[in-house]
RNA sequence: GGGCCCGUAGCUUAGGCUGGUUGGAGCGCUCGGCUGAUAACCGAGAGGUCCGGAGUUCAAAUCUCCGCGGGCCCA
């Protein structure tokens, strides 16, 4: 009975992904290659926890694909790796994505909606679209453990996380400040810098020159300029450069005098004229009148003039207008020179009472009202519009403010020699961004705002007395019920643990948390340890961290990559992860990015069901660098599935097929990679070399480099190549040593490919393979195989250079058959190859397979090209620059014969096809025709009934010769004669 | 506005670090061939300002600088 189960030649590659994802979960195939390694050498991987409450976009899909190769590889290659799911759950996203879901848009709606139970809801919200994910998941072949995965919402997670930040705490780390941070007025809520920079957007401001009148002096101004005109409200000082020159000008129609930099004098409309020159620093301490009156100043001086070296000459006047509210720049400034504060804007970015005009307006609205008073009372200068880029609520929509707020922070500045050495002990892929994009980061650190003033968090795990203003951070539930004055929860998160009060330990008061969350960075940073709740459990964090290998996109740089970084750093002071492969975006097919919002977003699942994973998988692996932006095409994925997938299916096929026939058994046969012959020792040299160059690439993540060699294998080396030239020796119909070989080794290369390529297409190799090893004594998946490794005594350098030798004479002889018009069927006397003695070592012992290629009855190597050039017949090919080939053109009566007679089998092995005759049936021939090919036939019968499988061949036609079988016939033209050819099944 | 990366044929790309014959492939296109050889294969052909400009050099796709376009990050 054969052993091989038979194939078809199309197969339907979405209907055998869904078997093999069924047998995977019948047989836990996943796990046992998980388990099978336990006690080996650990491969440590963190996965980047995504959030549930949207859509899986395709860039996760490729994320989860790359890390799937990697560690499918990895765990081949005899590490231990397991791969625990994560989720992140918090944070301002599902707190926006739950307000849709109410109506609700403002912190006061949802406290009077209750936090408790809109907590509630976003607890449920990021699990929305797990489904979607998890099948997503696993319909890509992602093996991942997603049964117990880690969520950061979690009990045992958050206190991980406090356990974290008391350590922080402990150092002296995480301090309170009056900071101005970037806000958004509707969610209420300071931003994380990363999510700031994800709302810029182009747009047109009011650009306004104010004259601001100094104090005691005549009609004397300092001109500034502000696109933000609103700012004005809380304007304490105006900054000058100290050694730029500035100048006194008189100007405009009622001769006023403006001070600015004489490098800005173009920003004056009307004419003017230079009365006086000076430095800026001249300027200082200068006094000027109170814009606009209202606004209380608080802690110190206002109204004059100070220098700073950040004022610039590019725009404006060279006077800057300082509103400590609402800069960074400007809160340091009039900190440094203790200046006063002035807040005349609330938290929803209104303007408050002490703004009679404004009050209850919101800052942006107000721009036009405030540039009609400054009209009226004829301190506008001159206004127009400007184009710049302003940050948005990446989630709302709504204009971000520069806001002085209390927030708490971790002192990362302070970090920041740990950092960067750090970093150094971490391996970048690709290896530029190390000391570039992450490198400058961190070289220009700052301190992290962790604080959020929001809900659906950590609570952030401070308490503060309110007697004597003491503060504690608490690290661990166990400590919290210690301290508590009343009952802990259960749930950790809001409104809950804002009920728990604390006794504080200096004075015996009430503590009261600080009601703020934390940023949910900081919760996914905290993975390594988080996730096995370290150090309340010990072990299973030792023995993960720190991680070997992490993977992300490119955006991650300064996300998650730097949270990792920067959590570690300040806890443990080690990296914690060594290996960090960043990807590129998938862009749709004209090159920019895939978003919601643009609806240019390819859903994967038509993929899955049009195409399959593993044609998207080899897309993903060969399309270009991983590191690189791809345009995703799904033509490109088709492509793929025909050319590679379909090439090696095919090649799979025919060995099948005939194995089928023949009943062969690799198990039955032992014969040494010595003793077969050239063709079977060269792909066998090629698949070891192949296999040492495929495991160099994937170990530095040039995945495309070594998926792209892969291919190059299957389609020119094994297909093209090795199968096309063996086939004959598989078609021979009694046992012999040959055919042995050539089913040896195109078995052995085939079951050592499907090894090499099962990282990468999983489905298809799977089945491949069940089918060609899985037996009692084997694995039962090529997933719990080793990967194969490169045996050195089997790579014969030499054969594989003769081999790309013959195979450029093969063209060269090609192109010589094309030129003279002579088809690759008509046989040849000779062919002469001119070249030197050390090619002519190299080729001799191939020169059958040359003979062979390229149909000639004999093969001359010779080292001189006289007596070729000159002779007439033949045909001057040049191979290389030492390389000529002479193609004898000249054609006699039987090689004419000869070349009819291939034709004719060539025409009735077609008749075979067309009437669908099994490989091996056997068949009766009739034939008529002019004399020509009737001569040749009768010449060549024994030849055409051997090629053809035919136990009848016969003159007539079927007419006259039986009256009850059934004849194909059909009438062709060869070589211009007419021959009616006739088969029959025998 | 600043930083990093990318830009090679209609499309996907190799080469670039380390400058050196006519810049290679694949898909697509045209022509021819082959086919019990597979939605495949073979041969030939058309198709390139190697994004533009300047510089270094005997020599630049490659090195340097300045632009332009795209992406990401930061303001």
Redesign the pocket.
Known sequence: MAQFKSET??VDFIKQEEEILERWDREGTFERSVERRTGCEQFVFVEGPPTANGLPHPGHVLTRVVKDLILRYKTMRGFYVRRKAGWDTHGLPVEIEVEKELGISTKGEIETYGIEEFNRKCKDSVFKYEKEWVNATKRVGFWLEMGDPYITFDKNYIESVWWSLKEVWKKGLLYKSHKVVPFCPRCETTLS??E???G?QDVEDPSVYVKFKLKDEEELYLLAWTTTPWTLLGNIALAVHPRNTYVKVKAGANGENLILAEARLDALDDEYEILERFDGKSLENKEYEQLFEYAKVEGGEAHKVITAEFVTLDEGTGVVHIAPAFGEVDYEVCRDKNLGFSQPVNSKGHFTHEVPPLEGMFVKDADRQIIEILEQRGVLYKESKYLH?YPFCWRCGSPLLYYARESWFIAMKSLRDNLLANNEKINWYPS??KH??FG??LEAIEDWALSRERFWGTPLNIWICSECGKDCCVGSIEELKRKAKNSVPDDLHRPYIDEVVLRCDVCGGDMIRVKDVIDCWYDSGSAPFAQWHYPFEVERFKRNFPADFITEA??Q??GWFYSLLAVSTAIFDTAPYLNVLSLG?I?DEK???MSKSKGNVVDMTTIFNNESADALRWYFFT???L?????F?EQ?II?KQ??FL??LW??YFFFVTYAVIDEFNPKAKGIAVESRNAMDRWIISRLNTLTGEVIAAIECFEVHVAARKIEEFV?NDL??WY??RS?RRFWVQEDNFDKDCAYLTLYEVLVSLCKLLAPFVPFLTEHIYQNLVRTEDEHESVHLCDYPYPDKSLIDADLEDSMELVSGLV?AG??AR?DAGI???QPLNDVAVVFSAEKHKKVASLSAMLKDELNVREVKLESTKAGFAAAGDYKEEEVD?DTTLFLNVGLDKELIEEGIV?DVV?RI??M??DID???T?KINIMYEGDEAVKEAIDNFSDYICAETLAVDLKEGLPSHYSDNSIYYAKKWNINKNEVHLAIEAA
């Open positions: 030649q199309r810098s990363h700031v920079a994800q810029y880029s530029h961004l570039g994009r400058n980061f490119i955006d740089t300064r975006h862009l090159g920019v990015k399309v270009g660098p590191s690189d932006d791809i345009r095409s490109g492509e025909n050319k379909n090439t095919n090649s389609i297909s093209n199968i096309r086939r063209e090609r192109r094309s088809k690759i069927r620059e291939r060539r092995q077609g075979r096809k005759l099994e490989y049936a």
